[in-house]
């Protein structure tokens, strides 16, 4: 037969006893009954009451007994005029034998087959479709049953039993295309569990081969796919490297990119270096790869190149006569300036591989920077950074719709579905979509695109060596450039027309004086109150790495030989919000162990320390990265520094970074004590002394300006 008739029957109970109620026709039958004389008075005022609420109740009135629903009065009730009741406090009942147990979900990519060639899947414009689904019991209905369900009105019979349909399944059931969704928006769904359909977070369903894909990328430091470090590469990688290198391989073969947010000092460089290698070995994937980062780090990017991968063509694409004639392979190392300055050239050039090293820089979606680095198209993108972009939802934002465009929506459509809602859990005001909160579905979709390991990390800190030490290459500023070449003209001058002590002062005043030139022009103009940022290679590389430090929690010392250099770095540190101390030859024993106290307490995270006061008996076991801001020549004093942090007591690996200056006489005596040659040795006997005895030819040779 067909559906059953819905009767509507006003029920009365007790206030001082709610197990007694009856039924409203048995209440009218008579005065007689448990409810007491006020009953019959009270139900009719209630049954009025309701009606304002809901008017069909009306025909209820002037004597409430049973009242015939029509399918658009159950539809009402269906669809929130029982909710309204239920808030004035009238519960509305339905009947046993009349079930509510549609439920709805989506379903992502049943129309697809599995694409064969993932790359072209997520690099085309290909459409993946996104349906509604009705379920019963948790069983998807079938063709037949949703065509029922489409035309059948409030009461359907589904598989044997009677089912109510409110009005939203009925409308589910007549229009099931909730729009296509893009490859990489499919994914992002696939991964979540949840599709936005208008206001509402839909659970969705994934088909196999999404599902397949989802458990695929699910580990990004695991995963099933055979890793084998490319032949090329003049280094053995770590386990950990290893896994970096399978992540990286496997999200730039899908074109999905990602971003690679190790700690310092674990060793990002390489594992993007033998990446670009193992692309070397695929003829689809092999070509250029175009690296943009600040200027202080692209001496690092050189020099660790030719070191890992010899051979491998490296071009500077930075400063005058700058071209991309002839960059069809190897690395192009370019700055963020020089980046925003000529993105239309570089965007008409084809990249294999774009790589963004701290790309907290480009963390300001809308700046020119950002919008420069979007121009530029390649096969693979890969963010580096060192500090933890999951700390700031914007710089997570604006890293990963880099990387991955798509996976996060637009901006705006980021911080209605995932910003908002985060920010109202962490306030307690926040509500869970089926127990599960938004920053854990966030997690859940941002996972695979961001690998981050921490050198505390159980697996990891057992394959890193107790120390590292790095030689940090970096160029001179415009401003130190020409005091430089002028410093050497005029006192090489001198030189060539002196002899004896007169002309061994002179070469001490030459060498303090290029010493100084490289560290800041401020340091060797004597300029106590001068303007520091941006006058200074060195001055920006330390920015840099104090920056991720600082974001990782460690605890830095930053030695120079010079007091004056100390006070200067003191300033600058304090102007930036840095907290720091400085401990110099002159310090008081009492303050000197105070400032020792309060560094190892944790209180500051930047030790200042001149040569003098690095001597002896100073335990610095807090600091797990080392800073040599100048040279001393004399690697024993140097070494002596370093321990202050190196000794007995330190639980963490340290990391030693010794800054210098390219093409300067600091990077060429840098090249002397590597190579252990006959000057090296005297070098380490007596530092700057044995320089003296140069010839003028060799002392030219040593100090002049060199560009890189």
């Not at 003209?489 to 030189?495: E, P, Q, W």
């Not at 401990?583 to 190892?600: K, N």
């Not at 093409?663 to 380490?684: F, N, Q």
Request: aromatic content about 4%; proline content about 6%.
């Amino acid at each position: 037969g067909g559906p059953p008739a819905l009767r509507l029957v006003p029920r009365a109970h007790s206030l001082s006893d709610p197990t007694l109620a009856l039924d409203a026709n048995e209440l009218f039958e008579s005065v007689d009954h448990a409810l007491g004389p006020r009953a019959q008075a009270d139900t009719v005022l209630a049954v009025r009451r309701a009606a304002a609420v809901w008017p069909p109740l009306e025909r209820l009135l002037p004597v409430p007994g049973t009242l015939e629903l029509s399918d658009l009065d159950v539809t009402d009730l269906l669809t929130g005029a029982a909710g309204r009741l239920r808030a004035h406090g009238i519960d509305v009942l339905w009947p046993a034998e009349v079930r509510r147990a549609l439920t709805a979900r989506a379903v992502v990519g049943a129309d697809l087959p599995p694409p064969t060639d993932l790359r072209s899947f997520f690099g085309g414009d290909g459409t993946v479709a996104l349906r509604r689904q009705l379920l019963l019991d948790g069983e998807p209905l079938t063709e037949e049953e949703m065509a029922t369900v489409a035309t059948g009105g409030p009461v359907v019979r589904l598989r044997g039993e009677w089912v109510l349909v409110d009005a939203e399944s009925a409308r589910t059931a007549r229009d099931r295309e909730a729009g296509p969704l893009t490859a990489i928006e499919a994914l992002a769904v696939a991964l979540t569990g949840y599709a936005r359909i208008g206001a509402e977070q839909v659970p969705v369903a994934a088909t196999a081969w999404l599902l397949a894909l989802r458990a695929r990328l699910s580990d990004p430091d695991g995963g099933a796919e055979p890793v084998r470090q490319p032949a090329a590469l003049a280094a053995t990688l770590r386990d950990y490297q290893l896994r970096g290198l399978r992540w990286l391989d496997r999200m730039t073969s899908l074109g999905l990119g990602g971003c690679l947010a190790d700690d310092m000092g674990l060793g990002k460089t390489v594992q993007l270096i033998a990446l670009h290698l193992l692309r070397q070995e695929h003829k689809d994937s092999a070509g250029p790869t175009l690296v943009v980062c600040p200027a202080s780090l692209m001496g690092n990017w050189q020099r660790e190149i030719g070191r890992f991968a010899p051979g491998t063509a490296v071009r500077r694409f930075h400063g005058p006569g700058r071209t991309l004639d002839g960059a069809d392979d190897g690395f192009v190392l370019t700055t963020y300036g020089t980046m925003r300055l000529d993105a239309d050239q570089l965007a008409g050039h084809r990249w294999s591989m774009v790589v963004a090293d701290e790309a907290q820089h480009v963390k300001n979606p809308r700046s020119s920077t950002a919008r420069a680095l979007r121009l530029i198209p390649s096969d693979a993108k890969i963010a580096l950074t060192g500090t933890p972009v999951e700390n700031s939802l914007s710089e997570l934002w604006a890293i990963l719709d880099w990387t991955t465009p798509g996976l996060l929506g637009g901006y705006g459509e980021f911080r209605r579905r995932w910003m908002a809602p985060i920010d109202a859990e962490r306030a307690g005001t926040g509500e869970s979509v089926e127990g599960e909160s938004a920053a854990r579905r966030l997690a859940g979709l941002v996972r695979p695109f961001l690998l981050r390991r921490r050198k505390s990390d159980p697996g990891i800190a057992p394959e890193l060596p107790p120390k590292t030490e790095t030689d940090r290459p970096v160029a001179l500023s415009a401003e130190q450039s020409a005091l430089y070449r002028a410093q050497v003209a005029d006192v090489m001058d001198r030189i060539r027309d002196s002899e004896g002590i007169n002309r061994s002062g002179l070469v001490l005043k030459l060498l303090t004086g290029l010493k100084q030139i490289c560290n800041h022009p401020a340091h060797f103009l004597k300029e106590d109150n001068a303007v520091l940022t941006g006058r200074s290679g060195k001055l920006d590389l330390l920015d840099e790495l104090l920056d991720t430090i600082i974001a990782e929690d460690g605890a830095a010392l930053v030695f120079t030989q010079y007091v004056a250099m100390a006070r200067l770095l003191e300033r600058h540190l304090r102007e930036r919000g840095i907290p720091a101390r400085l401990l110099h030859g002159g310090t008081p024993v009492p303050r000197r162990e105070e400032l020792v106290r309060r560094f190892q307490d944790g209180e500051v995270p930047v030790f200042l320390l001149s040569l003098k006061a690095a001597g002896t008996g100073l335990n610095l076991t807090r600091a797990d990265h080392v800073v040599h801001y100048d040279r001393w020549w004399n690697p024993a004093v140097e070494a002596q520094a370093t321990d202050r942090a190196y000794r007995i007591g330190q639980t963490r690996p340290v990391q030693v970074h010794r800054l210098i200056a390219e093409g300067t006489v600091e990077d060429r005596i840098a090249a002397l004590l590597e190579s252990k040659k006959e000057l090296a040795d005297a070098v380490l006997g007596a530092g700057e002394q044995a320089l003296t005895r140069l010839t003028n030819d060799e002392l030219a040779n040593l100090v002049e300006l060199r560009s890189m």
